[in-house]
T-cell receptor
Framework: EAQVTQNPRYLITVTGKKLTVTCSQNMNHEYMSWYRQDPGLGLRQIYYSMNVEVTDKGDVPEGYKVSRKEKRNFPLILESPSPNQTSLYFC????????????FGDGTRLSIL | DAKTTQPNSMESNEEEPVHLPCNHSTISGTDYIHWYRQLPSQGPEYVIHGLTSNVNNRMASLAIAEDRKSSTLILHRATLRDAAVYYCITAMNRDDKIIFGKGTRLHILP
């Protein structure tokens, strides 16, 4: 089954403790991206990647890092999490951008205390 | 800022058609118009997309204005399961960034 898998689905952690949210897709998609969703603000893109070793900033990249060493994986790294990064995170992938639909994961709810 | 403008919320009766509007006045000639929806406690789900011509699929229809500055997502016969937040976005080929707006929360009345 074609899917985008995020782990963990839920995480409660403390300020400053490095964490990684993994994202994996099995559709051989080139484009992958991370979004955060906050009440009243909709979905905002954090980082995106057009292909292996190619990443770029979205609208809200501060406090986040990503890597794209393999086509299928696009982990989101919070080196020193802070409470304002408490949010619902979604990973998405697609074959491309303009003419290709995005496939979203089920989301990861992060709480930073 | 979001490049699309949608009403915050809309209501419709079950089994009636629903027309969800979206304005994208700064759209360029190569930008596609995409619609996604997000059901409660789920990730966004692709609905439909188009460039210039109207599009139909099993979920919905997309009507694109001749000047492409607006579009309308049409649900032909709404059910309670269509209650969701609907997002209209423009996906650009020349810029890889994707910008979602706040979407329209659709309420379906039984």
């Amino acid at each position: 089954e074609a899917q985008v898998t995020q782990n963990p689905r839920y995480l409660i952690t403390v300020t400053g403790k490095k964490l990684t949210v993994t994202c994996s897709q099995n559709m051989n998609h080139e484009y992958m991206s991370w979004y955060r969703q906050d009440p009243g603000l909709g979905l905002r893109q954090i980082y995106y990647s057009m292909n292996v070793e190619v990443t770029d900033k979205g609208d809200v990249p501060e406090g986040y890092k990503v890597s794209r060493k393999e086509k299928r994986n696009f982990p989101l790294i919070l080196e020193s999490p802070s409470p304002n990064q408490t949010s619902l995170y979604f990973c998405a992938s697609s074959l491309g951008v303009g003419n290709q639909p995005q496939h979203f994961g089920d989301g990861t709810r992060l709480s930073i205390l | 800022d979001a490049k699309t403008t949608q009403p915050n919320s809309m209501e419709s009766n079950e089994e009636e058609p629903v027309h969800l509007p979206c304005n994208h006045s700064t759209i360029s000639g190569t930008d596609y118009i995409h619609w996604y929806r997000q059901l409660p406690s789920q990730g966004p789900e692709y609905v439909i997309h188009g460039l210039t011509s109207n599009v139909n699929n099993r979920m919905a229809s997309l009507a694109i204005a001749e000047d492409r500055k607006s579009s309308t997502l049409i649900l032909h016969r709404a059910t309670l399961r269509d209650a969701a937040v609907y997002y209209c976005i423009t996906a650009m080929n020349r810029d890889d960034k994707i910008i979602f707006g706040k979407g329209t929360r659709l309420h379906i009345l039984p």
